[in-house]
Structures are given as C-alpha cells and as structure tokens.
C-alpha cells in the first residue's frame, strides 16, 4: 500500500472538520426552534451519528462505494470494511476515505430533521435515518461518486455532495414537512427562535467545518483543495451577502438569522461546484443561491408547508441551484477530472447537470414518502398534539434544555 502523508495528514484533519459540522447543525437548528424543544432538535444531529456510523461500517459504505451492480449500487464486498485495511485509494489509506465519507453520510439525514423539527417521534426518526440512509443515501452516492455509477458515467459533476446530500435531503425534507403536516397552531402561532446566539455560534461552526466538506473532497493537500478551500469561503460569505440584500430590500432591516442562513445557501451552492469553478464563479454562485434561497423561504408560507428550519427551502433549492451552475461555471482548466461548462463552450454539460438534480429530486422524494408511510403505519411518525404543545423534550425525552 502506497500512501502519501501529505494528502493522508489532510484527509484525516478534514474527517474530522466534517464530523464537527454535526454539533454546529445541532446548535444550528437548536437555536431556531422553541426552548421546550432545544433537546429533541439537538438530539435529531447527534443521534445520526452512532446510527450511521454503525451502519457505514457494517455495509452503508459498500452500499456506496463497493463493486458495482449495474451502476445502481455496490454489492457487499467491502461489508465490514475488513478488506479495506490494507488497500490504499489513490494517495490515501482506503479505511481513510471510508471515514471521510462516513462523515458526509452523517450529516445528511440529520440535514432533513430540519424540516419536522417539534413534531417527529423519536422512535420514528431513529428508524427513518437508519432506513432513509440506506435506501436512499448510499444508491444515490453510488449513482454520482463511484466511478461506476451511471450518473458519473453521464458526466454529472458534483464535487462534494451538493446533488448527493444537500438536494437528496433537501427534497426529502419537502416531503417529511407535507406528510407530517403543520406543527400545533402554524401559521396563526408564531413560533419564534429561542435562542439565535446558538445558531449564529452553529453556523460559524459549519463554515468552519465547510472547508473540511468541500476542500478535503480534493483529497489531497495540493492546488485542488486550495481552490477548493478559497471558492468555498468565497461562496460562503456572497451567500451572506445575497441573502442579506434581499431581505434588506423586502424587509427593510438586516437580521442576524438573515446572516446565518445565507451564509450557508452560499455553501451549500458552491459545495458542487468547489472543485470545479474560479473564485469569480463562486461569488456569483454564492450571491444567486442566498438570494433565491431566501425566495424559496419566504414563499413556503404562501404555498402552506411547514418547513420548521428551512431543510428545503435552503438545501434542496440551494443544492439545485448549486448542481445546475456548475454546468454554467466549471472549468476543465482548473480540474483534469472536471469537464468545461457552458461559459467554456461545453453547453451540453447542462443535461447531466439537469438529469442528476430531476432523477435524484424525485428519487429521494418517492423514497421518502413510502418510508414516511411505512414507519406511520407501524409505530407511528407523529407525537400527540397535547405532546407537542408541553414539548418534545420533556415527552420524548424527559428532560428540559435550562433549569428555569
């Protein structure tokens, strides 16, 4: 097995950069929700945690990235991850790629917890992410990242997961909010955020994880993750900056949560197209995402559905957005592995671009509405309404957020 140390050492700092994004999306929808359900929106993030992990190891991975049936998933020949231990991929130990991606596994359903936050048994969600990561997660990260997957094959770029986790979650989140319905009292309710210094203090945590998620996705430590790295915070702080205007303009004040919020459609648009775009590309793709992604916000309460934190409105709008202006932006000058993009004369790179964000969208969602359907009819989805209206902490959990 040969390894280089410099891409191992950066692989490894990135692992753990992304497993820290999990905490910061805690805190991150934490803070959005009401003080009687801190808990229950936090446990959503840390309890997807020990679920996948033990599912990635077991056969989520081989799922995703094992020897290919038909380009649709991989069989189970990495099950265990044993054969993994002495094999390297590429410049890195395989075991180490295997916890890089675990990290992204992770984080995504605990992304669609965002849209059900206040009314989902905990019983249910353990059973959804365990289901929906498997069913849905792993095919689809074959589809676009295993060499042998038929979006890949296609031509479909995706970087470092704006089409595999953030629009999958974000399409499953719309789902979740219609099928569970509107929490107690929404819209006529208003159902304020308790505490918005956590979810300042969480999204600084992602934007800082971020560089771990986009620019360790190079897989080594050379010029890739250094463009990778700068079109990610570049993006970062023009989707701030996008969604700050707009809400400026509609509104007339700037918010705090405005910040917040933006800051991340800006990452979650240049997540797919990190590797792949200039750092001009990436404000222009920063500043487009946080203003339609607060659009697609605001317009949730004229279409009636309750997206407690914006899973879709951010993620799946913004992982779209992301996905299909990569086919506008990349540049195969910048990335051998890319391909050029409309602006380099390759036009035709907007179908696999369209292809992967049609198929993947209604994938996740068909998906998840049999899951949603399935658990209801066994145990359950949602808690009662005099539950929800004490607070998921104290009936799901039997606990309280503060002592007073």
Not at 202 to 208: K, R
Not at 252 to 258: Q, S
Not at 279 to 285: D, K, V
Not at 374 to 400: P, Q, W
Request: charged share 10%.
């Amino acid at each position: 097995m040969k390894v280089d140390t410099g891409d191992t050492a950066w692989l490894l700092v990135s692992t753990a950069l992304v497993l820290f994004m999990t905490p910061g999306l805690a805190l991150f929808y934490g803070g959005m929700v009401r003080r009687k359900n801190v808990l229950s929106t936090l446990m959503h993030a840390f309890a997807a945690l020990p679920i996948v992990t033990l599912q990635w190891v077991l056969f989520g991975y081989s799922l995703a990235f094992g020897p290919s049936i038909g380009g649709l998933v991989g069989g189970l020949g990495y099950a265990g991850l044993t054969p993994l231990a002495t094999e390297a991929r590429g410049t890195v130990p395989h075991l180490a790629f295997c916890a890089f991606q675990m990290m992204f596994a992770v984080i995504t359903p605990a992304l669609v917890a965002g849209a059900f936050a206040e009314r989902m048994r905990f019983p249910a969600y353990a059973a959804f992410v365990l289901l929906w990561s498997t069913l849905v997660y792993d095919p689809v990260a074959h589809w676009v990242w295993s060499e042998s997957g038929w979006l890949y094959k296609m031509g479909a770029l995706d970087f470092a997961g704006g089409t595999v986790v953030h629009l999958s979650a974000g399409a499953s989140a719309l789902v979740c909010a219609v099928v569970l319905g509107k929490r107690v009292g929404y819209p006529h309710e208003r159902h304020q955020p308790h505490n918005l210094t956590m979810t300042l203090t969480g999204a600084g945590i992602l934007w800082f994880g971020w560089f771990g998620f986009n620019a360790g996705s190079a897989l080594g430590s050379g010029a890739l993750a250094a463009l990778s790295l700068v079109t990610t915070h570049v993006g970062a702080a023009a989707g701030a900056l996008g969604w700050l205007a707009v809400e400026w303009w509609q509104r007339g004040k700037p918010t705090a949560l405005g910040v917040a919020s933006g800051l991340v459609a800006g990452l979650v648009g240049i997540t797919p197209a990190a590797g792949f775009v200039s750092p001009a590309a990436a404000a222009i793709i920063g500043v487009t995402a946080g203003a339609a992604c607060y659009f697609a916000v605001v317009g949730k309460e004229r279409l009636g559905y309750d997206d407690a934190l914006d899973a879709f409105g951010v993620h799946g709008v913004g992982g779209a957005i992301g996905a299909l202006l990569t086919g506008v932006f990349a540049q195969k000058a910048l990335n051998d592995a890319g391909r050029d993009g409309a602006l380099a004369g390759n036009v035709a790179q907007l179908w696999p671009q369209l292809a992967g964000i049609v198929v993947v969208g209604l994938y996740a969602s068909i998906v998840t509405w049999l899951l949603l359907k399935g658990i209801d009819k066994l145990i359950g989805l949602r808690v009662a309404a005099d539950e929800e209206r004490e607070g998921l902490d104290a009936t799901e959990h039997g606990e309280t957020g503060y002592a007073s």
